[in-house]
């Protein structure tokens, strides 16, 4: 399986920002080293990351895009690429749309694990984006239609195992941060990129001034919930290193902002310690908070302006049924026994 880490073949991945996600029990640290890549391949994942460097994108989407990319380029210099044609896909625009579409099938039929619908499309518009940059053009490949299934949230026991284990966390900064996507449908860069004069808390009220994706800004207001998390951290954080003169609310033990990945792996850490059985991430939980707005019957224009979506239609996918509730709907089917 190869990383999500984006970092050129050859060199050192980053050291981590995330020091204090382990539980009292031990947990194991996500990811692996990146696939090294053979030289010709390496190049050209270079330049595409230097032309990444000035184009006006969030830094998680550029992440993606360059992971993507290089599991592409990963799966081309495999023996197992299996190419059924001539012609080389980094140079050819017939050959580069005959080996996308070779590898579209990879992702859905053969890789382990089997990618769902969402990545592959999500590595699609990766590899345009790579193919433009090159100067060969977007390929001519389909997409697949997206599930009428609404996102993955918790469902109520699994909300209350989450909340319980980060109320059970050992570490102030982490329980605030976790509880962010939940009762304020932050996503992960939302959190990390948040300063501290954007927590605006008077006695009774408050709200988060949130600069989301396209430089959007926005106004989340503080839910009570999060008030006491957020008091005890902005209590503690002046005892951390750098904390006078780095103005990141999320800060890391080198007094640096902690990064996305750092953040990523507190919320693996807890959702181990919770034992559900998938992954948590920062996603899930605004799944869960947007899911629970919307079927508590809240007006979609609000929803969408508290959870920064620019487009309604977005929003409609969460009033599509889970894949719980297509099981429960089984329950009124008669049964003779």
């Known amino acids: 399986?190869?990383?999500e880490n984006p970092v050129p073949a050859?060199?050192?991945?980053?050291?981590t920002t995330?020091?204090?996600?382990?539980?009292?029990?031990?947990?194991?640290?996500r990811g692996a080293p990146p696939t090294a890549l053979p030289d010709d391949y390496a190049d050209f994942l270079t330049a595409y990351t230097a032309a990444l460097t000035d184009v006006p994108l969030a830094a998680d989407t550029k992440r993606t895009y360059i992971s993507r990319v290089r599991m592409y380029l990963a799966w081309l210099a495999s023996p197992t690429a299996g190419r059924r044609s001539k012609g080389d896909p980094l140079t050819n625009p017939k050959a580069r749309d005959w080996a996308v579409r070779d590898y579209r099938l990879h992702l859905l039929r053969d890789a382990q694990p089997k990618r769902s619908v969402r990545y592959s499309n999500n590595a699609l518009a990766a590899l345009d984006d790579f193919h433009i940059r090159l100067g060969l053009g977007k390929g001519d490949i389909s997409r697949d239609d997206l599930?009428?299934?609404a996102p993955k949230a918790l469902d109520?026991?699994?909300?209350?195992?989450?909340?319980?284990?980060?109320?059970?966390?050992?570490?102030?900064?982490d329980r605030l941060l976790a509880l962010l996507p939940f009762y304020a449908g932050l996503r992960i860069g939302d959190a990390v990129a948040l300063d501290v004069p954007d927590v605006r808390m008077s006695a009774r009220k408050g709200v988060l001034v949130v600069y989301g994706k396209g430089g959007k800004i926005r106004e989340v207001p503080i839910h009570?919930?999060?008030?006491e998390p957020l008091t005890g951290w902005l209590d503690e954080r002046p005892t951390w290193s750098n904390a006078a003169t780095e103005k990141a609310?999320?800060?890391?033990?080198?007094?640096?902002?902690?990064?996305?990945?750092?953040?990523?792996?507190?919320?693996?850490?807890?959702?181990q310690a919770a034992g559900l059985d998938d992954d948590i991430t920062a996603h899930i939980g605004r799944h869960t908070f947007v899911t629970q707005l919307i079927r508590g019957g809240e007006d979609l224009v609000t929803v969408a302006e508290i959870a920064g979506y620019s487009r309604l239609e977005t929003l409609r996918i969460y009033s599509q049924p889970t894949d719980d509730?297509?099981?429960n709907a089984l329950r009124h089917l008669t049964v003779d026994r």
């Open 18 to 29: 995330s020091e204090n996600t382990q539980a009292p029990s031990t947990t194991k640290r």
């Open 325 to 327: 509730d297509k099981h």
């Open 156 to 173: 109520g026991n699994a909300q209350v195992r989450w909340l319980r284990a980060i109320e059970n966390w050992p570490h102030t900064r």
């Open 147 to 149: 599930p009428k299934t």
């Open 249 to 271: 609310l999320f800060l890391n033990r080198r007094g640096g902002r902690l990064t996305a990945r750092g953040a990523s792996d507190v919320f693996t850490a807890i959702g």
């Open 10 to 15: 050859g060199s050192q991945p980053p050291e």
């Open 224 to 227: 009570p919930q999060l008030r």
């Open 1 to 3: 399986m190869t990383s």
